[in-house]
T-cell receptor, first 112, second 110 residues
Framework: EAQVTQNPRYLITVTGKKLTVTCSQN?????MSWYRQDPGLGLRQIYY???????DKGDVPEGYKVSRKEKRNFPLILESPSPNQTSLYFC???????????FGPGTRLTVL | GENVEQHPSTLSVQEGDSAVIKCTYS??????FPWYKQELGKRPQLIID?????GEKKDQRIAVTLNKTAKHFSLHITETQPEDSAVYFC?????????FGTGTSLTVIP
């Protein structure tokens, strides 16, 4: 089944404790992206990747890192999480930016 | 960067009526405009998109119009059904970046 998966789906952590949210797609998509969704703010793009080893900042990259060592995986790294990073995070992928993006199920992160 | 504004934030319609959601954007270089539907507790899903070289696109009960001069685009849903109830997001893209509106919560009253 063609899909985008994220893990974990829910995470409660404390300020400063490094964490990684994984994202994987099995559709051979070139373009992958991370978004955060906050009430009243819609979706905001954190980072995106055009292909392996090619990543770039989105609208709200501060406090986040990403890597794209393999085509199928695009992990989001929070090296020192803070409470303002409490949010719902979505990974998405598509063949190209101008094609349909398929979203993962979301990861709800709470930073205490 | 790009600024996308979306209105209204909430919309209630009677089943069978039409619903219209409007978005404006600020960057004239934006050239791809998708619309996503997000049901409660679910992930966003693309329902329709339009590129800047097209003024209108239709898919069954859903249509999108684009006015590049005025920098606005709209989603039109005709013959609304209860299953159309969801949050709808517009987005604008230039190059590889996406900017989303703040969403419209649509309720279709049976």
């Amino acid at each position: 089944e063609a899909q985008v998966t994220q893990n974990p789906r829910y995470l409660i952590t404390v300020t400063g404790k490094k964490l990684t949210v994984t994202c994987s797609q099995n559709m051979n998509h070139e373009y992958m992206s991370w978004y955060r969704q906050d009430p009243g703010l819609g979706l905001r793009q954190i980072y995106y990747s055009m292909n392996v080893e090619v990543t770039d900042k989105g609208d709200v990259p501060e406090g986040y890192k990403v890597s794209r060592k393999e085509k199928r995986n695009f992990p989001l790294i929070l090296e020192s999480p803070s409470p303002n990073q409490t949010s719902l995070y979505f990974c998405a992928s598509s063949f190209a930016p101008y094609n349909e993006q398929f979203f993962g199920p979301g990861t709800r992160l709470t930073v205490l | 960067g790009e600024n996308v504004e979306q209105h209204p934030s909430t919309l209630s319609v009677q089943e069978g009526d039409s619903a219209v959601i409007k978005c404006t954007y600020s960057d004239s270089a934006s050239n791809y405009f998708p619309w996503y539907k997000q049901e409660l507790g679910k992930r966003p899903q693309l329902i329709i998109d339009i590129r800047s070289n097209v003024g209108e696109k239709k898919d069954q009960r859903i249509a999108v119009t684009l006015n590049k001069t005025a920098k606005h685009f709209s989603l039109h849903i005709t013959e609304t059904q209860p299953e159309d109830s969801a949050v709808y997001f517009c987005a604008a893209s230039r190059g590889n970046q996406f900017y989303f509106g703040t969403g419209t919560s649509l309720t279709v009253i049976p």
